[in-house]
């Protein structure tokens, strides 16, 4: 029979919440909620990013790969954990943090398209308590999207590009230079990626499939378009969405639950939620209003 105490640490370091099966690619969130303890893991294929939610600073005591850390953390300082490097972590009251863990593969993959460096040359280096608003902010967006699960895979996909740019830029030992690119899209770009959106907008439009269009890295791609339009490709889909919504909101006989699905959104209440962000009213009282101005 298993220690009993032994069970209850191993329980506790289950995540509250979790990306695991929300298809999210190249990335795992996790957000936790330990009482006082300690652990050890070692991820062979993902680097490792921690951010604190410790309303109140955490004494901890780290150990990665034979180096040594001890002081607190509080809300918002990072710990950066390479692939391939044993952790191991003891602290003394309750800790909050959520975790990101980004595939090594994937890296190498945005050092290669995005910023023309060898990968085999990069190496991630291992931080114990850094700040970086950048890597914090993103870390909030993605926890905060898998709390409300708003966004979409567009908006994901986005998130993980623009942070394993800062990750390779910042906290590797080759720190490569971003290329940096003058004006936007040409038109035929982008009306190209304008048709193939509204054509598409009832399915799960990938950065990849943007990308691939005009064949650049995803990076490039979101970056030009923002130059072009204002707002980033996660943002412009989420609007025409729901412009079609309006549209199809007018016709009485439809039911919410199929403009949901028609406009690309998985449930009734994932298009009321986006509705009432844009609209501040949602689908149900947008009808009502059309009716009572005809």
Same mark, same amino acid.
């Given at each position: 029979m298993k220690n009993p105490v032994k069970q209850q640490i191993e329980c506790n370091n289950l995540p509250i919440l979790s990306s695991q099966d929300r298809g999210w690619e190249n990335i795992l969130?996790?957000?936790?909620?330990?009482?006082?303890?300690?652990?050890?893991?070692c991820y062979t294929k993902e680097h490792a990013i921690c951010i604190s939610?410790?309303?109140?600073?955490?004494?901890?005591?780290?150990?990665?790969?034979?180096?040594?850390?001890a002081g607190l953390y509080g809300k918002g300082d990072i710990s950066i954990t390479p692939a391939e490097t044993a952790f191991f972590a003891r602290w003394d009251s309750e800790d909050r943090f959520v975790q990101i863990r980004i595939s090594s593969n994937f890296l190498q993959n945005i050092a290669r398209e995005t910023l023309d460096t060898?990968?085999?040359?990069?190496?991630?280096?291992?931080? $114990?308590?850094t700040r970086d608003p950048q890597i914090e902010s993103i870390g909030m967006m993605l926890l905060s999207e898998l709390q409300e699960n708003l966004g979409g895979k567009l908006y994901i996909e986005s998130l993980?590009?623009?942070?394993?740019?800062?990750?390779?830029?910042q906290y590797s030992t080759t720190?490569?230079?971003?290329?940096?690119?003058?004006?936007?899209?040409?038109?035929?770009?982008?009306?190209?990626v304008l048709e193939y959106i509204n054509e598409y907008l009832e399915r799960e439009i990938k950065l990849a499939d943007l990308a691939r269009l005009l064949d650049m890295s995803q990076?490039? $791609?979101?970056?030009? $378009?923002?130059r072009s339009l204002g707002i980033p490709p996660y943002q412009y889909l989420l609007q025409q969405r729901i412009e079609r919504a309006k549209q199809?909101?007018?016709?009485?006989?439809?039911?919410?639950?199929?403009i949901a699905l028609e406009c690309g959104f998985n449930?009734?209440?994932?298009?009321?939620?986006? $509705?009432?962000?844009?609209?501040?009213?949602t689908p149900k009282v947008y009808r009502a209003n059309q009716s009572n101005t005809h």
């Open positions: 969130v996790e957000q936790f909620q330990h009482p006082a303890g300690e652990g050890r893991t939610l410790a309303p109140r600073p955490v004494r901890l005591l780290q150990n990665k790969g034979g180096k040594v850390y060898n990968p085999d040359c990069l190496e991630v280096i291992s931080e $114990f308590k993980v590009n623009v942070l394993a740019v800062n990750l390779l830029r720190q490569p230079r971003l290329a940096i690119y003058e004006g936007g899209l040409n038109e035929p770009q982008l009306l190209q990076f490039h $791609f979101s970056y030009l $378009f923002k199809l909101l007018k016709q009485k006989e439809r039911s919410i639950m199929d449930s009734h209440s994932h298009l009321s939620k986006q $509705f009432r962000q844009f609209t501040s009213m």
